[in-house]
């Protein structure tokens, strides 16, 4: 059998990072609500803050597993799916990774341990030190990888010294052209994913008639967040997108399927790119808002994808549609949000049923702008591993493509068995619902799960 | 050239790696004798000993690993491809074993996932001793990069390497849940102890016949002189700690044999770094051969230096805050 091992490298890495990532999204997001959360717990001393902190650290300790465990394959998948990248970039690369694991690993581990074991032994305010050292060890996190992919988009601070690449200037590898742009908008799309959830958790309870005084709490929180962060998004987006013109023009070309740099750049709605013949069939589109939008001018020029050989650009379609997903992505959550905040402007936020049934269907929506968002910006820095320095097919490790290919498998396979389960118990977990005096039964569960009742505060 | 810097790196990733062995070592270890639990709820007891600290212990597995591409990438490049299968199995095996420490808790039945948290603990346990025993024996480098097939890991050697852990491993949890548990889970644990250490021993002397007898340069490593004169308190150091170990855990000392078995491990390690040293993808690589750019390794150094001993602060912290023995019927958490 004959398989290309470069294909499969990137299929098995993609298939574990987009696994990873919706954790993290969530994780981000969700470790600062908790702080927030237990901050307002200490401030007002409401019950109804804690029962709510309690009830998201539960589905933050299983989220958070999940996202530990595809994480520590990752940092191994390096090596062992890329080494001839590792050889190239571990001079630049290394630092930042090792800084990540230092600076923001080990901080996240430990003091997750308090905030999930120590409830009963820790005094309140360490305890709710402990969710913002992890909320704060999350972001550190982030920092740093982010600054490892930017790297990759737009390498900086750097000499090639045969082949492999000397660091020169340490501030412009971390902080190259793309990091700043990226860190914003991944940050705002963590908070924006999770508030979203957390949306969407409260209008099911309001939706549903349970949990009503919690339910209310989190819409109002979520709503008040989401409508501010979601018209941010797209302004940070949008400055992104500038900044990727000047550094990788060819991936805004392939974002937008344009073809001919000499004609401004339509925006195109819909259209099946061609990329055979170099044009878009079924094309809806609306005539030179791309050009508007990127260079703020009707006739204003972008370079076109005609302008390399097809051997260095990036595969148009997927580029293509996954930006398109997620700015689907982006303006329903901008619509969503603004809606929801006129409704609680004019007080019928938790009467406008339609809404609350909609939103409890929703969750989802965040997760799905950032898998699309980082499928955009990876697939259309190809055939680029390292952007103009080290081609993706010089990359790979020795590894034959038929023992990629079998631990490709086992990953589907293991992945699909941990996801289906890590959903079924978030969901059975949301149903449950925070512990409270209108939870319909707050002591009952005491003596049926020990886990909640630990959490609750019986565990000695 | 910066010459210090390669073995100061070396260093710091052994730390990382010894730190790894002792730490996720206990919790692998209970892992290990999950099956002989009388039921959930001891499993439950069992679990809740190490709980708040399997993250953090499982980090030094992430920091070996980083440390290894910021210090080393070419040994990085170089020992990740040919150990591609072990390395991804075992990844795989603590995908299935940390996702249970929650998963057990929420879900209905928490038979399957005690049952996954004990393949994961064995196979990755498994694993790393095959990892282990190819990195002692060598890996085919030509060129700077592997040539090898993909299952040349699978050795006599290197399946010995994996058995032997599962006994190591075994006795840190054994010994762990002797001091940290009380009640039946203790006093079998303490049971299992007996038996785990003398297949350690055994082990260990195979290994320690075993290396010198087929690879050339450890025997003259050893028994050259003044080498050896240098190097016989090593082998007794080690019978004197196994002796204090045997003591502690049938005399009924708390502490004793966890620390002794911390001991044993710390010996085995250097016993192994004083045959490898300075190779670090033996036969051909040194720390020098694979080092990072000096400007990097300075980099990271001086950010370790300045982390580490935070890390090691909160570690203890959250050791401190989480001690004293955990009981039969506490509940979860
Ligand atoms: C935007 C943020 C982000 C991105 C792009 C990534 N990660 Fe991640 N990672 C996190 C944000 C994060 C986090 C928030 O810190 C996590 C997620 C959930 C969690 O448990 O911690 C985490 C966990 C996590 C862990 C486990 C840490 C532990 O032991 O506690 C490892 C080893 C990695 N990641 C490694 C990677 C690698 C090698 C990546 C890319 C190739 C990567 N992550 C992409
Ligand atoms: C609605 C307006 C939006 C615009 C104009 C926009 C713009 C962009 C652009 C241009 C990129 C590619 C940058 C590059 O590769 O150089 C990108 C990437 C990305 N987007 Fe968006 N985006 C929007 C909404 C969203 C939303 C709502 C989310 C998630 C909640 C999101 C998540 C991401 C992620 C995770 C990436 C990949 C990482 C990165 O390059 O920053 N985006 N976005
Ligand atoms: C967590 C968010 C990320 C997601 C969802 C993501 C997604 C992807 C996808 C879909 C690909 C395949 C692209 C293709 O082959 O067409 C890819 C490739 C790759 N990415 Fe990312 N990526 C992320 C972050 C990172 C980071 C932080 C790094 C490195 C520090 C990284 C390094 C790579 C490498 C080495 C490849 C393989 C080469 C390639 O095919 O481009 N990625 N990623």
Redesign the pocket.
């Known amino acids: 059998m004959d398989f290309d091992p470069?294909?499969l490298?990137?299929?098995q890495?993609?298939f574990t990072?987009?696994f990873?990532?919706i954790f993290?999204t969530f994780t981000i997001g969700l470790s600062a609500y908790i702080a927030t959360l237990g901050a307002l717990w200490l401030r007002t001393g409401q019950d109804r803050y804690r029962f709510l902190m309690q009830f998201w650290v539960k589905i933050f300790a299983v989220s958070f597993a999940m996202g530990v465990v595809s994480g520590i394959v990752?940092s191994y998948q390096?090596g062992t799916?890329?080494s001839r990248?590792s050889v190239v970039a571990g001079n630049v690369?290394g630092p930042?990774?090792g800084y990540e694991v230092l600076a923001a690993f080990f901080l996240e581990a430990t003091f997750l341990g308090i905030l999930l074991f120590g409830i009963n032994r820790v005094p309140r305010w360490l305890y709710v030190v402990s969710a913002a050292v992890v909320a704060v060890g999350t972001t550190i996190s982030a920092f740093w990888?982010?600054a490892?992919?930017s790297?990759?988009q737009t390498p900086a601070g750097f000499e090639m010294r045969d082949g492999v690449a000397f660091p020169t200037d340490w501030f412009a590898v971390v902080f190259n052209p793309s990091f700043p742009y990226r860190f914003a908008h991944?940050l705002n799309a963590a908070y924006l994913t999770t508030g979203f959830v957390v949306l969407a958790v409260g209008a099911r309870f309001l939706a549903t008639g349970r949990h009503i005084a919690e339910g209310r709490t989190m819409l109002r929180m979520a709503i008040g967040l989401t409508a501010v962060l979601a018209p941010l998004q797209l302004i940070i987006g949008d400055q992104h997108g500038l900044n990727t013109l000047k550094h990788q023009p060819i991936k805004i070309a392939a974002m937008e399927a344009h073809w001919d740099g000499a004609l401004p750049a339509d925006f195109e709605i819909f259209a099946w790119p061609d990329e055979h013949d170099g044009f878009n069939r079924y094309s809806v589109s609306i005539p030179k808002a791309g050009s508007l939008v990127l260079t703020h001018r009707m006739n204003g020029l972008i370079p076109g994808l005609l302008s390399v050989p097809e051997k260095d650009r990036?595969?148009v379609k997927?580029v293509f549609f996954s930006f398109r997903i997620m700015l689907a992505m982006g303006f329903f959550m901008i619509a969503a949000a603004l809606l929801g905040a006129f409704f609680w402007w004019r007080g019928t936020l938790f009467e406008t049923t339609w809404y609350l049934r909609a939103m409890a269907q929703t969750w989802w929506v965040g997760f799905v702008a950032?898998?699309a968002?980082?499928?955009t910006?990876?697939?259309g820095?190809?055939p680029?591993?390292i952007y103009n320095i080290l081609r993706?097919a010089d990359?790979?490790s020795p590894v034959p493509g038929a023992t990629v290919a079998g631990t490709l498998a086992l990953f589907i396979v293991a992945y699909g068995i941990v996801f289906s389960f890590g959903i079924y118990y978030i969901n059975r977990l949301i149903n449950k619902g925070p512990d409270g005096p209108d939870s319909g039964g707050s002591g009952a569960h005491f003596s049926g799960n020990p886990m909640s009742a630990a959490r609750d505060g019986t565990a000695g | 050239m910066e010459w210090y810097l390669p073995p100061i790196w070396a260093a710091i990733i052994g730390l990382a790696v010894a730190m790894y062995i002792v730490l996720d070592g206990f919790d692998l270890g209970i892992g290990i004798t999950f099956p002989f639990a009388r039921d959930e709820a001891e499993r439950d007891q069992m679990m809740r000993s190490i709980a708040p600290f399997w993250d953090g212990n499982e980090t030094w597995l992430v920091l070996g690993g980083a440390g290894l591409f910021v210090a080393f990438p070419r040994a990085y490049a170089v020992i990740m491809p040919a150990l591609y299968l072990p390395v991804i199995v075992m990844l795989l095996a603590l995908v299935f074993r940390g996702i249970a420490f929650e998963f057990r808790v929420v879900s209905h039945s928490k038979s399957g996932w005690s049952q996954a948290f004990f393949a994961g603990s064995i196979v990755a346990t498994v694993a790393q001793g095959v990892i282990l025993g190819n990195l002692i024996q060598g890996i085919a480098v030509k060129d700077g990069g592997y040539t090898g097939g993909s299952f040349d890991w699978a050795n006599p050697f290197a399946l010995l390497c994996g058995l032997a852990l599962i006994a190591g491993y075994g006795l840190l949890g054994a010994t762990w849940l002797t001091m940290k548990t009380d009640g039946p889970v203790a006093t079998r644990a303490r049971q299992q102890a007996k038996y785990f250490l003398p297949a350690v021993l055994i082990f260990m002397a195979a290994v320690s016949l075993w290396t010198p007898l087929t690879e050339a340069r450890i025997a003259a490593r050893w028994f050259s002189l003044p080498n050896f004169y240098y190097l016989w308190p090593v082998p007794s150091v080690t019978a004197l700690i196994a002796f204090a170990t045997w003591r502690g855990i049938v005399t009924g000392r708390e502490a004793l044999p966890f620390l002794g078995a911390i001991g044993l491990f710390m010996l085995g390690y250097l016993g192994l770094v004083i045959s490898n040293f300075p190779y670090l993808v033996p036969p051909s690589l040194t720390v020098w051969d694979t080092a990072a750019a000096p400007s990097s390794q300075t980099f990271m150094l001086i950010g370790t230096l300045v982390l580490l001993p935070f890390v090691l602060g909160y570690i203890v912290l959250i050791y401190w805050l989480f001690r004293g023995k955990v009981h039969a019927g506490d509940s979860y958490h």
């Open positions: 470069v294909l490298a990137r299929l890495f993609a990072i987009i990873h990532i993290p990752l390096i799916n890329w990248f690369l930042l990774l990888i982010l490892a992919n790297w990759m991944m990036p595969p997927v950032v898998i968002g980082w499928v910006t990876e697939s820095r190809q680029w591993i993706t990359a790979n």
